[in-house]
C-alpha cells in the first residue's frame, strides 16, 4: 500500500536549519507531485512547499520563500525540504503528501504519513 514515511524534524534555534525527508513507497513516485504540508499549533494544515513529477518547477508559501527549498529524486522515490533561517512561527508538524500537480489539494490517493515535529525557540 502506499506509504510516507517523513524524517528529519527536530528542535533548533532561531535562524537555523533542518532538512526534512520523505520516502514514498506502493507507488510509481515519479508519475506524481509532491508536497510538504505542516500543521503549527491552533493552525489548520497549510501547504508550505510543492513540486512537480520532475522537480523542475516548484511553488513556496509566502512565508517560507527565499528559506525553504523542496526537492525530490526519483531515482530513490524521495522528497526533501532543506529549511534555512527557521523562525518560531516555522514550529509544526511536517508531512508530506502526494498532490494534484499545480494545487495544494491532496490526490485522490489522499494518503498522510506520521508527520516530523519541527520545534523552532528564540
Known amino acids: 500500500q502506499v506509504q510516507l514515511v517523513e524524517s528529519g524534524g527536530g528542535s533548533v534555534q532561531a535562524g537555523g536549519s533542518l532538512r526534512l525527508s520523505c520516502a514514498a513507497s506502493?507507488?510509481?513516485?515519479?508519475?506524481?507531485?509532491m508536497g510538504w504540508f505542516r500543521q503549527s499549533p491552533g493552525k489548520e494544515r497549510e501547504g508550505v512547499a510543492r513540486?512537480?513529477?520532475?522537480?523542475?518547477?516548484?511553488l513556496y508559501v509566502d512565508s517560507v520563500k527565499g528559506r525553504f527549498t523542496i526537492s525530490r529524486d526519483n531515482a530513490k522515490n524521495t522528497l526533501a525540504l532543506q529549511m534555512n533561517s527557521l523562525k518560531p512561527e516555522d514550529t509544526g508538524m511536517y508531512y508530506c503528501?502526494?498532490?494534484?500537480?499545480?494545487?495544494?489539494?491532496?490526490?485522490?490517493?489522499?494518503?498522510w504519513g506520521q508527520g516530523t515535529q519541527v520545534t523552532v525557540s528564540l
Open positions: 513540486v512537480t513529477t520532475g522537480g523542475t518547477s516548484a
Open positions: 503528501a502526494i498532490t494534484y500537480c499545480g494545487s495544494w489539494q491532496l490526490n485522490a490517493i489522499n494518503v
Open positions: 506502493g507507488y510509481t513516485y515519479r508519475d506524481y507531485c
